[in-house]
């Protein structure tokens, strides 16, 4: 009697979810409804420019990185974020070869764990990957996100005790993602009105839905998303991606952005999506490697061969590799041929 008490329970949540997901998909209403009142939206975007960046893209990803790992980012001071519930730090570098001062937000793995809920360093490093698909670094919406393994000791200088997070080495592992700068957390992320009247608003806003769909994104939750605190350029930032492709369980009460939930997508985004084939995706399979060295530290080299593509993180032998699985990059391709087949049916408008 228990047994089938609890299979009838199962079985009318999944269909409860299952109706809940289907009039998302459905919600997003007739095309002749939702009529755009421009036809094109000119690039508020000038290229090497990033008024919400401390540094750009480029330099996050090579030369800070680099003095990163060369120990030339001296930790000034660690401290809680004021919203999250993962624990994640504040953490201020100083950069010694630039002169400046570098903020991020980091989020160390939990100890024991190469990937865990609400913390997974590969799904973001993959969310930062994804966004490169379609557009240019300046209308990123995805901050800069690298993945370290800090030296427990110099860790523990700073930010306090911590174990070291695999067995057999002697770091704490996370993820660094870049501090925006001007944002603000947006009372309304989404004002469809706007959207349809203002090319700049609907600029940005397609920009990033197309991201959060690609990704599959379910966490809506205030804070995870920010907007330029210049309203008549309101860049959106997606700023925390670990409950991404295809995650489950989520919270299906909200709104969330695994939809398609504005009128229209920039043509130029999906015209970039249609030149893609199936095997330009393989390399979401590997995004990021380490090597356990002589001290113990898991330090970056050069992505290799997957060890094991059917699993997105994989440890062994002192050799750490993030990425997608091949389940969830096939999720990908099928998100991007549906898209392309929407825009094609004119379900979706474009400018």
């Known amino acids: 009697m228990k047994k089938s008490a609890l299979r009838f329970g199962l079985l009318f949540i999944l269909l409860f979810v299952f109706i809940l997901s289907f009039a ?57 974020t004021a919203r999250g519930t993962t624990g994640a730090l504040v953490l201020i570098n100083h950069d010694t070869v630039s002169g400046k001062d570098i903020k991020w937000k980091f989020k160390k793995n939990v100890p024991g764990w190469v990937d865990s809920f609400n913390t997974s360093p590969r799904k973001e490093l993959a969310a930062y990957a994804v ?17 370290f393994c800090i030296p427990r000791d110099r860790f523990m200088k700073r930010g306090g005790y911590a174990a070291a997070t695999l067995e057999g080495t002697d770091c704490v592992l996370g993820l660094a993602s870049i501090w925006m700068k001007d ?12 959207f349809l009247e ?65 009128p229209a997508l920039r043509k130029d985004s999906i015209e970039r999506l249609r030149k893609i084939q199936r095997q330009d995706l393989d390399f979401l399979g590997v995004l990021a490697q380490f090597k356990l060295d002589e001290n113990l530290v898991l330090r970056p080299v050069a992505v290799g061969e997957n060890l094991d593509p059917k699993v997105g993180a994989k440890y062994t032998n002192g050799l750490l590799q993030y990425g997608l699985s091949k389940a969830e990059i096939d999720a990908v391709w099928d998100r991007i041929q549906n898209v392309i087949a929407e825009v094609d049916a004119g379900n979706i408008q474009v400018f």
């Open 131 to 147: 966004q490169k698909l379609f557009l240019d670094p300046e209308d990123y919406v995805v901050p800069t996100c690298l993945a």
């Open 198 to 262: 203002d090319p700049t608003y609907a600029y940005f806003m397609s920009n990033f839905n197309l991201l959060t769909y690609l990704v599959q994104h379910r966490d809506a939750r205030v804070g995870q998303f920010l907007v330029s605190k210049d309203d008549k350029r309101r860049q959106v930032f997606s700023i925390d991606n670990g409950i991404s492709f295809g995650f489950w369980p989520y919270n299906f009460f909200i709104q969330q952005w695994e939809t398609i939930n504005v």
């Open 24 to 80: 998302g998909c459905a919600s997003r209403g007739k095309v002749e409804d939702r009529q755009l009142q421009f036809k094109k939206a000119p690039s508020p975007s000038v290229k090497g420019e990033f008024p919400n960046w401390q540094f750009t893209p480029q330099e996050l990803e090579t030369t800070i990185y680099q003095r990163a790992m060369a120990g030339k980012l001296h930790a000034k001071d660690f401290e809680r």
């Open 183 to 194: 944002v603000t957390v947006p009372d309304t992320l989404y004002d469809e009105s706007r």
